[in-house]
Each structure stands twice: as C-alpha cells, then as structure tokens.
C-alpha cells in the first residue's frame, strides 16, 4: 500500500511558476516510477511527464521546455517544476505512483493560471 499526498498547487499570473511535490509513503519499492498527469473540466486526464527511480521517460510536448520532473529518492518525492505557465496549463494535477502491476493516484492538486 502506498500513499501520495501532493501540494504545490495553487493560482498563478501567466508567465509565473509552480512547484508540485508528491511525497509517496508505504510500501515503497527501489524500482518504481512515478508520473504527473492532468486533467481540465471536460477534459480527458492526460499524462504530463514521468521519470522512473533513475531517469525522466515522458514529458508531454505540450509543457516540454516548460515544465520539468524530478524526484528525490531518499525523500520519495516526486516534483513537477512549472515555468512559464499558461491558461491552458489550468487542470487539476494528479500525481501517480506505480511498479509492477501496481499503482496508486494522489488526491490532486489544482494549478489555475489566470489572469
């Protein structure tokens, strides 16, 4: 059984930055990945990045040169650095954790870019 809980979110100005943590509590294996996804009002979720427990695997083009993920393994934490945030960047963030068969979702953080 793992658990995420997520924070970071929060409303920011076009152009600004946020920083998503999701912190993984549990059973936690070495080999693992973990993944941000997204989800606007209407929209289906989609995945923004992901990085295994040694390197980046995906990020979505639509946020590349503009977000980037990274984890700290001793922490368990994983991080979504936003930069350069747009209105449509705004959707509720889900953090995923999984290995093997096994996965698990965050509660979500919502990140409204507005003006």
């Known amino acids: 059984q793992v658990q995420l809980v997520e924070s970071g979110g929060g409303f920011v100005q076009p152009g600004g930055s946020l920083r998503l943590s999701c912190a993984a509590s549990?059973?936690?294996?070495?080999?693992?990945?973990m993944g941000w996804y997204r989800q606007a009002p209407g929209k289906e979720r989609e995945l923004v990045a992901q990085?295994?427990?040694?390197?980046?695997?995906y990020i979505a083009g639509s946020v590349k040169g503009r977000f980037t993920i990274s984890r700290d393994n001793a922490k368990n934490t994983v991080y979504l650095q936003m930069n350069s945030l747009k209105p449509e960047d705004t959707a509720v963030y889900y953090c995923?954790?999984?290995?093997?068969?096994?996965?698990?979702w965050g509660q979500g953080t919502q990140v409204t870019v507005s003006s």
């Open positions: 549990g059973s936690i294996f070495s080999t693992n990945a």
């Open positions: 990085i295994t427990h040694l390197v980046s695997t």
């Open positions: 995923q954790y999984y290995s093997g068969s096994y996965s698990r």
